[in-house]
């Protein structure tokens, strides 16, 4: 029984000190390393002034460091339009009213057709229609202004220009501030607010209204309204919202005129709204009163008897016409989705507006091409329907393969393609090249996201948008991006990363994400790799002393190999590498499908990196072992080389090489790249030399005293050292000649290119100072023809448009 308690004991002390001997095989210090450089990575990005937008003085935001490798893993970019592909400077250009369409000229209200020929500084009166309109504009809103402008306000009918430049109005909707500011510059001023009363001006008169309650907007209802009472006591409904919210709740008017204009202006682009008003009888504002006060007081289920109240109000309206507003593109937005196409990504476009006007937007900004054949899955009311028309889309699809499909597809379509039929609706979406969701609510933008998120392919999703109504989609995804917008600040908070334009996207995928990706990538395998060839040794010398758990190293030499010898020139890579000019990156966004699907952090990259160190890991030890061999006198006196010598040799053979596989693998060399490498062989020299050369008295052994010093100076240990360093290095530097040159990746080639690029600008900056000026005004004067080229072809490409417009004016007068 002794024996065998003895044996038991014996087992369990050999294992935890084989545990401990081992357990360096781990990486610990992986974790540290790897959460410094996404830390201190992260700084980059704001630091980039490329990434700067100087109108509005934003640089580039990052909310968070641990996704920045998942910037070059994305997939499917999930887009919101107003305010991200757009500028979110709304522009009034047309309205309906009573069925008649008007424009804007000079601050006059003009039926379309006529010719304004009203002289400056007249102001025309206005209808009874068209002033209702406006009165409704001026006051169905949430716009604030500041008290002190309205006080000096001019009362001259005939100025309101100068009224209109006096005001500066704030609004959380930049519709409803282009809406307010048209209406004030045509006649019909708001002046301000003190939370019971409204006041305008209309034509110079001035008017009051006192507030009795304001119907919020939500994304549900998708229109506000406002209760006023006007000075003869009448309780008056204004209300605006999407046409498909006002026209089925309005009884009178020109419904059917006004649906066909707004179809007009969705058609040019234009953002739309309905305005339409009710007003109550004494009895009617009773009970409208009495509802209302019993839902906001309501202790449960608030939300609901809010709806049904706001549903019981808004109804049987009386029509007033609609607006269109126009949002014009952002800069460079035409160019950033063209490069998420070539870079593999597909780019959904979920947005809350109209139809028409969201298929507009993107043919013009580059989403649908004219050339696209693009499939509709919208107004299906039923299962049955959409379920036959996705079928009929699935056979589209597969007999026209060739072509490239554009989905487009409503809310209410969608929310029944996901009830039942939630398969083959991704089968279409998954064969189409963009997608375009309209009059979507917050929450189905996010259960987009998430379809596609938790789909079979478990692709990388990246969301982008600018207002409240875009955080559920942002959080959904796996990275979040806020646009530094005119709606706020929720989506920036809630992000993951927040730029101030939408072009900024590339080089965001492009340069910092490509990078980000490589340079963990590399930092993860590396890691292992060293710890393979720090660790095996060990186990191949447990065969050499009867697995007895005599360790090769000194503990000195455990504890520091991974926090000092060969910690910061892997640090220092994954901060600084380019192993492409991010230039190059960004005019070559194929480049990025060369890292798609972890195409780095991949099985095969892995055991390449850990046979690599197994290798190496033979050649130390055995390399090591031949030399010294038994009985071998390696010094001058005569004397052999111990334990701890031969593990000093094979310890630093494994530092020079493992640092030295990290500078094969860097491209772009820094003064700090240099300093780090060569400084940790210099640095473990120097260390060695002063750990060994000195009797330290708190050791409780003296094992490493004078071993380097031995080992150093032994010729045949310094020839060992360089033979075992270029044995395990010339096979690594002759596998990347070989594939380089026979068999390049795209990536290789952009590493040529890229060095062209590099050494052009060097050339450029080493010439004498006269040299380099004339070749600098050459290339300025080549750049100003390019310009003047551009411009000649903008003016004749604006003279053929007028021509046509003309012969499309005598065709419709013919």
């Known amino acids: 029984m002794k024996e065998t308690a003895a044996k038991i004991l014996r087992f369990i002390s050999d294992f935890l000190a084989f545990m401990v001997l081992y357990n360096f095989i781990i990486p610990i210090s992986l974790y540290v390393t790897v959460e410094m450089q996404k830390f201190l990575g992260s700084f980059f990005i704001g630091w980039d002034l490329d990434l700067y937008h100087e109108e509005t003085n ?26 991200t592909l757009t500028e979110n400077e709304m522009q009034f250009q047309q309205c309906s009213i009573n069925g008649v369409k008007y424009h804007e000229i000079n601050g006059k209200l003009v039926p379309e057709g006529l010719i304004e020929d009203i002289p400056d500084g007249i102001r025309p009166g206005l209808a009874r229609e068209e002033e209702l309109f406006l009165k409704a504009v001026s006051l169905c809103h949430t716009v604030q202004i500041n008290n002190d402008q309205a006080d000096g306000i001019c009362d001259n009918p ?16 930049p519709d409803e501030k282009a809406l307010v500011e048209a209406a004030c510059r045509i006649g019909v001023v708001f002046t ?24 919020e907007f939500d994304p549900c209802r998708r229109r506000m309204s406002v209760i006023v009472e006007n000075s003869s006591g009448d309780k008056l409904l204004f209300t605006k919202g999407a046409e498909s919210a006002v026209l089925p709740y309005s009884t009178r008017g020109e419904i059917e005129k006004t649906r066909i204009h707004v179809d007009e202006f969705a058609l040019k682009g234009l953002r739309t709204l309905c305005v339409a008003y009710r007003k109550f009888t004494p009895e009617e504002y009773k009970e409208v009163d009495q509802r209302l006060h019993e839902a906001k007081t309501a202790l449960q289920q608030r939300e609901e008897r809010l709806a049904e109240a706001f549903n019981f109000i808004e109804k049987d309206l009386d029509l007033l016409g609609a607006t269109g507003v126009e949002d014009k593109l952002q800069d460079k937005v035409q160019e950033t989705i063209e490069a998420l196409r070539l870079a593999g990504i597909k780019v959904w476009v979920l947005t809350g507006d109209k139809h028409e006007t969201a298929v507009s937007v993107s043919l013009s900004c580059g989403h649908f091409h004219r050339t696209m054949n693009i499939l509709e ?28 499909h554009g989905l487009v597809v409503d809310g209410t379509s969608l ?41 079979p392919e478990k692709p990388i999703t990246l969301a982008i948008g600018d207002g409240a109504n875009d955080v559920s989609m942002i959080q959904e995804a796996h990275v979040g991006i806020g646009i530094m917008g005119k709606e706020g600040r929720q989506a920036v908070r809630n992000s ?116 690599l160190g197994f290798a190496h890991a033979f050649v130390f030890f055995y390399g090591s072992y031949l030399l010294m061999g038994e009985d071998t006198s390696l010094l001058g006196n005569g004397q052999m080389f111990g334990n701890w010598t031969f593990g000093t040799l094979v310890f630093t053979v494994m530092v020079i090489t493992v640092t030295m596989k990290m500078a094969l693998e860097t491209h772009f060399w820094t003064w700090i790249n240099h300093f780090v490498t ?42 060992a050292i360089i033979i075992i360093v270029v044995a395990c290095l010339f096979l690594d530097v002759v596998k990347k000649v070989l594939f380089r040159h026979l068999h390049p990746t795209s990536t290789e080639k952009a590493q040529m290119y890229s060095r062209r690029v590099a050494l052009s600008d060097e050339c450029i900056a080493l010439q004498p100072v006269s040299r380099a000026t004339s070749q600098l005004s050459r290339i300025s004067r080549k750049s100003e023809a390019i310009v003047r080229s551009v411009k000649v072809t903008e003016a004749a490409v604006e003279v053929e448009s007028s021509y046509w417009k003309g012969r499309k004016d005598i065709d419709l007068d013919e």
Request: glycine share 4%; net charge positive.
């Open 58 to 83: 934003q640089k580039a935001q990052v909310n968070t460091s641990d996704l920045n490798e998942e910037l070059g893993q994305v997939e499917y970019v999930f887009t919101d339009k107003t305010g």
């Open 158 to 173: 005939w100025h309101t220009d100068s009224i209109s430049s006096q005001l500066e109005y704030y609004a959380s909707s």
């Open 192 to 215: 301000g607010t003190d939370g019971e009363s409204m006041e305008i001006k209309s034509l110079g008169r001035p008017e009051r209204y006192k507030l009795l309650h304001v119907l």
């Open 377 to 404: 899955l919208v107004q299906h009311k039923s299962d049955s329907t959409c379920a036959e028309q996705l079928r009929q889309l699935a056979r589209r699809i597969k007999e026209d393969h060739v072509i490239q």
């Open 415 to 455: 929310s029944l393609a996901l009830r039942q039929h939630e398969k083959l609706f991704m089968e279409v979406c998954r064969n189409c090249s963009a997608v375009l969701c309209c009059r979507m609510a917050p929450l189905q933008k996010a259960k987009v996201v998430r379809l596609i998120k938790t789909s």
């Open 496 to 611: 993951d990363y927040a730029i101030a334009r939408f072009k900024f996207l590339s080089k965001l995928l492009f340069a910092h994400g490509h990078l980000y990706y490589i340079r963990i990538a590399t930092l993860v395998q590396y890691f292992f790799y060293k710890n393979v060839c720090f660790i095996t040794p060990q186990f191949l010398y447990q065969f050499y002393c009867l697995f007895s758990q005599q360790t090769l190293y000194d503990s000195v030499y455990l504890t520091l190999y991974n926090i000092c010898f060969t910690s910061l020139p892997v640090l220092m890579y994954s901060l600084f590498e380019q192993h492409v000019h991010p230039q190059v990156l960004q005019s070559k966004p194929a480049l990025y499908r060369d890292i798609s699907k972890n195409a780095h952090l991949g099985y095969k990259p892995f055991l390449y990196w850990t046979f």
């Open 678 to 719: 060569w400084g940790s062989i210099a640095f473990y020299f120097v260390f060695s030399l002063f750990y060994g050369g000195i009797i330290w008295p708190f050791l409780h052994t003296q094992d490493m005293y004078f071993v380097f010093v031995q080992l150093l100076s032994s010729g045949s240990a310094w020839f």
